[in-house]
């Protein structure tokens, strides 16, 4: 071993074997740095975050340097987007050369999108709001419900009276005012979110709202198609290429009233990828996580994990397996849920999980608990594992495991768990290499639609001037390697993704 000492100005080379390594270390590096020995623990220490061991080509390594200069020049600048709420930061982003590239750059798949919010509003307001037979009413708590139907809706419990959209904006001078409120309903986003969000339970409260508003539109069958279509292109058109949809497989409706089951919705899911897929051969496809409220009892948490076994039986390519979902500090525990999670253990039977776990800020309650457990029942991958950096056990069975942690900055930051993501405990995970995923949860109501955003957060803020091109490199095909899709699929996605990443190289290097 060749160590080099700085001593009294000139370097001088000690060469040292076996034991005497030791003594050298011990009597003369320890009384001055040696700088070569502390310019290769840096190395050491690089080497280990995320895409710290990949070898980047020299067209990479030209990128790299432009990143490294954008982002010093950003980290610079007197408002941080990183460390401004994401309702502020985002017109910022949207002038930064480093988003433009993320935009370009090929991202995998998107692993943690909830299907109720898919869409951005903009098109839910302006576009379905505004089709034929859309009625609306006005509850007491200052919300909306809407309903599509032939004749005039049956007045409903917090729905005295329906009106006719169309009559009703044909009565307005100008329904521009009338259609921005209607956003307002959908989506969490305010001009001043620290005045208007003073706490978790005030931003959930709202986050809750917002899903049953939407519910009315996108349960109408003839919706929920253009629907999925829509949220795939939005996804495409952010270069992502694959999406693990998370969906409560809610019932939806005709015009006439009736109603559609699960199965319709999964064969419908179906349907629309195939269309896509056909009209853009680059995407791979969209598999689903069966989701339940961890507000059910037991007994309807047991009767839906066997529902999910079932539906995983009859459409094998679609279904990847079960997830609870809703605001795990208010719900219940994954540990309460036991008798229903092992159900298919007990029963001999397979149903992968990919529990949301973590999401708390509240350390060493039940829900923190939620990782260990999680882990324990052998989830594939971890939702948000926001808490995870503070279980050293949990976090090494994770990793052990190959258990990729679904990361989703800007949702943390909006739901109030960090507000500057520099501080994000994640980056404690990237600077280790731990498996994990990019995604951005629930992208209607944060306003961060496709994934570029989230990775911005996530290369700039959390991964600071440390993050580079390959941790990029490694994030968008751990989105393909982490994925429920099976081997052959994965080896011909993470194919195809190399051949956009080295276009993308190819094309943006000069
Ligand atoms: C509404 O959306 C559908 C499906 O995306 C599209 O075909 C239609 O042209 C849109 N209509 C308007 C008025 O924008
Ligand atoms: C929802 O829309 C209604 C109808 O325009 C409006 O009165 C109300 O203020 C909106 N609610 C929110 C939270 O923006
Ligand atoms: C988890 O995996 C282990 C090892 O394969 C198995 O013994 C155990 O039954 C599984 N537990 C559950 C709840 O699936
Ligand atoms: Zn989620």
């Avoid at 002038?95 to 433009?100: A, D, E, G």
């Avoid at 259609?179 to 931003?203: G, H, K, R, W």
């Avoid at 986050?207 to 003839?222: M, N, R």
């Avoid at 990775?455 to 994925?483: D, H, M, P």
Wanted: charged letters at 20%; aromatic letters at 10%; hydrophobic letters at 40%.
């Amino acid at each position: 071993m060749v160590i080099s000492v700085r001593k009294g100005g000139e370097l001088r080379v000690l060469t040292c074997w076996g034991p005497l390594f030791l003594l050298c270390f011990g009597v003369v590096c320890n009384a001055a740095p040696d700088p070569s020995q502390r310019d290769s623990l840096m190395r050491q220490e690089t080497s280990r975050q995320i895409g710290g061991k990949v070898t980047l080509t020299a067209a990479e390594m030209k990128l790299d340097a432009r990143l490294r200069g954008m982002k010093e020049h950003e980290m610079s600048l007197p408002s941080f987007p990183p460390a401004i709420h994401f309702f502020k930061a985002k017109p910022l982003i949207e002038k930064s050369p480093i988003f433009t590239l993320l935009q370009k750059m090929p991202k995998g798949g998107a692993l943690h999108i909830h299907s109720s919010t898919l869409v951005g509003v903009d098109w839910l307001v302006r576009n379905v709001t505004y089709r034929h037979h859309c009625y609306i009413c006005f509850t007491r708590d200052q919300s909306v419900r809407f309903v599509f139907s032939t004749g005039h809706p049956w007045p409903t419990w917090d729905c005295f009276y329906w009106y006719l959209l169309e009559t009703l904006r044909a009565e307005m001078g100008d329904p521009a005012p009338f259609d921005n409120s209607l956003i307002q309903n959908l989506t969490l986003f305010t001009e001043d979110p620290d005045v208007a969000y003073p706490s978790q339970d005030v931003v959930w409260e709202k986050f809750e709202k917002a899903f049953v508003v939407a519910s009315g539109l996108i349960t109408h069958a003839p919706v929920l198609r253009d629907y999925l279509y829509k949220g795939l292109e939005e996804l495409h058109r952010d270069n992502i290429m694959y999406l693990e949809l998370r969906s409560g497989l809610a019932r939806t409706y005709e015009l006439d009233g009736s109603v559609h089951d699960k199965v319709w919705y999964l064969k419908t899911i179906q349907e629309v990828t195939q269309k896509f897929v056909k009209d853009h051969p680059d995407f791979l496809g969209t598999r689903i996580i069966i989701t339940v409220h961890r507000t059910l009892s037991v007994s309807r948490v047991k009767a839906a994990v066997m529902d999910a076994i079932q539906m995983q039986r009859d459409f094998p390519n679609v279904v990847a397996g079960f997830d609870l979902v809703g605001r795990e500090d208010s719900g219940r525990n994954l540990w309460y849920f036991r008798d229903a999670l092992l159900l298919p253990a007990n029963l001999g039977l397979v149903l992968p999980y990919f529990f949301h776990a973590g999401e708390t800020d509240e350390e060493g309650t039940d829900v923190d608990e939620n990782i260990l457990d999680a882990l324990l029942l052998n989830t594939t991958r971890i939702g948000h594992g926001y808490a995870l950096p503070h279980h050293p056990l949990a976090k090494e069975l994770s990793r052990a495991g190959n258990v990729a942690v679904e990361l989703c900055p800007i949702s943390n930051q909006v739901l109030k768990l960090v507000s500057d993501l520099r501080n994000h405990p994640a980056a404690v995970l990237m600077s280790e290499g731990h498996p994990l995923v990019i995604s951005s949860d629930d992208p209607s109501l944060f306003g961060n639609a496709g994934l570029s955003y989230d990775f911005y957060q996530a290369f700039v803020g959390i991964g600071g001037l440390k993050a580079n091109l390959g941790t990029l490199k490694e994030l968008a095909a751990n989105s393909i390697k982490y994925s429920s899709l099976p081997p052959h699929l994965k080896d011909a996605g993470l194919v195809l993704w190399g051949k956009k990443w080295d276009m993308f190289i190819s094309t943006n290097v000069y």
